[in-house]
C-alpha cells in the first residue's frame, strides 16, 4: 500500500501560480503510474496530468502549456507546477497512484483562483 498526501494549495490572483507536492509513504520508483485530478464545484473528478515511471507525461487539453508535471524518486515525491493560473481552475487537486494491482488516492488540496 501507498499514502498519498498533498500539499501546496491555496488561493492565488489569476495569471498567479502555485506548486502543489504529494508526498508518497514509500518509494514511488517503482510505481509506474502516478498524476493529478481535480474536481471543481458540482463537476466531475478529471485528469489533469499523468506521468510514468519512464517520465512520459500526459496533459489535459485545458491544462497544457500551462502546468508540468514531474517526480523526483528519491523524494518519493510527485509535483506539480501551475503557471497562468485562470479562475476555471478553481478546484480540490488530488494525487493519485497506480501501484500493486490498486489505485491510491491523496485527501486532495484545495485551488482557488480569483480573478
Known amino acids: 500500500q501507498v499514502q498519498l498526501v498533498e500539499s501546496g494549495g491555496g488561493l492565488v490572483q489569476a495569471g498567479g501560480s502555485l506548486r502543489l507536492s504529494c508526498a508518497a509513504s514509500?518509494?514511488?520508483?517503482?510505481?509506474?503510474?502516478m498524476g493529478w485530478y481535480r474536481q471543481g464545484p458540482g463537476k466531475q473528478r478529471e485528469l489533469v496530468a499523468t506521468i510514468t515511471s519512464g517520465v512520459f507525461t500526459n496533459y489535459a487539453d485545458s491544462v497544457k502549456g500551462r502546468f508540468a508535471i514531474s517526480r523526483d524518486n528519491a523524494k518519493n515525491t510527485l509535483y506539480l507546477q501551475m503557471d497562468s493560473l485562470k479562475p476555471e481552475d478553481t478546484a480540490v487537486y488530488y494525487c493519485?497512484?497506480?501501484?500493486?494491482?490498486?489505485?491510491?488516492w491523496g485527501q486532495g488540496t484545495q485551488v482557488t483562483v480569483s480573478s
Open positions: 514509500r518509494s514511488i520508483s517503482s510505481i509506474n503510474l
Open positions: 493519485y497512484a497506480r501501484a500493486f494491482g490498486d489505485n491510491y
